[in-house]
């Protein structure tokens, strides 16, 4: 265990709001480790940053642990409440950094590919704050599996007010929309969460998937998976195309899949990003990982890191992380230098675990990418004196309404379907239901990307136009409801 200080460049600021708050705590957390082996013991590293002007009272990190996962030890004084790990780590000054680790024994009946999560809570929480046209509403999305009958996502606004405006969600199975609907102005001083729940899942991995109303001071996109909930995994994989943030910024989600072993130096930037492309939105936040490991004859006393970070990725949003041994940092003309000036890496062949090794970091897109733009990342490795030798490049395509466009039925048993056309539609789109309540009373709900409902239709005899009239160029959101309750979603886009 060590405490330092965090090394801040002057010009890496965490969120202008911050910069005001100088009268409060502020903590960040971040976790990771170098991956998940079955069978075996995985350290976990937490880095706890104090980012506020004020020292933190009290501090504090809670981390539930999952089924696959078991509490072995920990580096400074711990203890295991209701399956939760939870260090209580007194004061911590402003801008001080505290680095310390826990060993989990995996679970030996996990397989490769599939997919574990780790959750990491910091308090003291978010200090009092505004930020301008922010209604001071905090939206956080938990999920629970309740199989083998549901799924349930649990909004809640955990914030000071109440929402001004409605939003959306979008749940997708695998990679297709499932479903999209309404978020309510949810008012933390009445009922202060919704529960919308997946029906008999079957394994598959199941993707939430909202924003926080316009103006919050973290507008980071809200977006929540589970897997192999109702049955073993039925598709592994998918958990890691999306980012996992709950919505908490003093929270941390650290997922990887489960691998055969660990071995060599690479780098991995999370989350993967949708379907072949690696397809990102421009508000996503990376969290890239660099590894290295000595394969050796001798200890390396000194690991040194160069990344050339792409000239798209917001440099005032870097946020150093959990890593596996002290280290100092600094970043001149987008290239990150790191280095562990006192690593001591055993060869392989002597300690393989403790030749091992890893540094992670934060960072997100500027918001002017251009869409299609290709984000690519090399780190070289470098131990002790040797030559630097290359990681793997982390590929990302930066996008919009890339999730594949299909209606989805969910558990309609034939009930309500909709026939489309066309899509993308120019001047009108023809919607032509079908199944036993087809001929009922039917809303269609059309909603914006902000969740905003901009058209309500009914019909009664199977069929709707659409007409396009004041519609913006751009995806909408349906939603479709018969009188008797089936429901079916789905998207649409609005060409120029």
Same mark, same amino acid.
């Given at each position: ?44 590293? *937490? ?61 030996? /009946? ?46 809640? +606004?955990?914030?000071? /007010? ?13 990679? &297709?929309?499932? #479903?999209? /609907? ?13 529960? *919308? !729940?997946? =029906? ?26 589970? #897997? ?11 958990? @890691? ?40 939105? $421009? ?7 660099? $590894? ?12 040194? &890191? ?19 041994? @002290? ?8 290239? @990150? ?19 091992? /090794? ?21 780190? &070289? %490795? ?13 590929? =990302?395509? %930066?996008?919009?309404?890339? *999730? ?15 026939? @489309?056309?066309? +899509? ?15 001929? #009922? ?7 914006? !990307?902000?969740? $905003?409902?901009?058209?309500?239709? #009914? ?11 004041? &519609? ?25």
């Amino acid at each position: 265990m060590f405490r330092h200080f965090c090394f801040f460049l002057a010009f890496l600021l965490v969120q202008s709001v911050l910069t005001a708050q100088q009268d409060c705590a502020f903590l960040r957390v971040s976790l990771a480790t170098d991956g998940w082996v079955a069978c075996d013991n995985a350290v976990c590293r *937490i880095r706890l940053c104090n980012e506020g002007g004020q020292a933190a009272n009290n501090a504090r990190v809670e981390i539930p642990l999952p089924a696959t996962l078991g509490f072995v030890s920990s580096s400074l004084p711990s203890f295991l409440f209701n399956n939760r790990v939870i260090f209580n780590l007194g004061t911590l000054a402003a801008g001080d950094c505290l680095d310390f680790s826990m060993t989990l024994a995996v679970d030996c /009946g996990v397989e490769p590919g599939e997919a574990i999560c780790l959750v990491a809570k910091a308090t003291p929480r978010l200090c009092p704050s505004a930020a301008p046209g922010w209604d001071g509403s905090d939206l956080q999305v938990y999920a629970r599996c309740y199989a083998p009958d549901s799924i349930a996502f649990v909004v809640q +606004n955990q914030g000071a /007010g109440a929402m001004s405006v409605a939003t959306s969600y979008i749940i997708t199975e695998d990679h &297709l929309m499932r #479903e999209i /609907g309404p978020i309510p102005e949810i008012d933390p001083s009445g009922v202060d969460s919704l529960v *919308i !729940p997946v =029906h008999l899942p079957t394994g598959k991995t199941y993707t939430f998937q909202t924003m926080q109303t316009p103006g919050h001071p973290f507008p980071q996109p809200i977006s929540v998976s589970i #897997e192999g909930c109702g049955g073993p995994p039925q598709s592994r994989g998918y958990l @890691l195309q999306y980012p996992q943030h709950s919505g908490d910024v003093h929270s941390d989600t650290y997922c990887d899949a489960v691998s055969a072993g660990i071995m060599g130096a690479d780098k991995t930037g999370f989350p993967l990003g949708y379907g072949a492309e690696h397809w990102i939105d $421009r508000a996503t936040v990376l969290d890239y990982r660099i $590894r290295f490991q000595n394969t050796g004859a001798t200890t390396v006393q000194t690991v040194t &890191l160069v990344d050339t970070l792409s000239d798209w990725l917001d440099l005032s949003t870097f946020r150093a992380g959990a890593a596996s041994h @002290l280290y100092t940092f600094s970043i001149q003309n987008h290239v @990150l230098t790191v280095v562990f000036p006192a690593a001591q890496l055993p060869p392989a062949a002597v300690n393989e675990p403790a030749s091992r /090794g890893f540094f992670t970091f934060h960072i997100g897109v500027l918001p002017g990418t251009p869409a299609g733009t290709v984000l690519e990342n090399t780190a &070289l %490795v470098r131990l002790d004196a040797q030559p630097y030798v290359p990681s793997d490049t982390t590929r =990302h395509r %930066v996008g919009a309404n890339f *999730i594949t466009t299909r209606v989805l039925e969910p558990n309609n048993n034939g009930r309500l379907s909709v026939q @489309l056309s066309p +899509n993308p539609m120019s001047t009108s789109a023809r919607f032509v239901f079908s199944g036993t309540e087809a001929q #009922e009373s039917i809303l269609v709900q059309l909603f914006d !990307p902000a969740g $905003r409902l901009v058209r309500s239709l #009914e019909t009664r005899a199977g069929a709707l136009v659409l007409e396009r009239e004041q &519609l913006a160029a751009g995806f909408y959101l349906f939603r479709c409801q018969s009188r008797s309750g089936a429901v079916l979603a789905g998207k649409i886009v609005v060409g120029q």
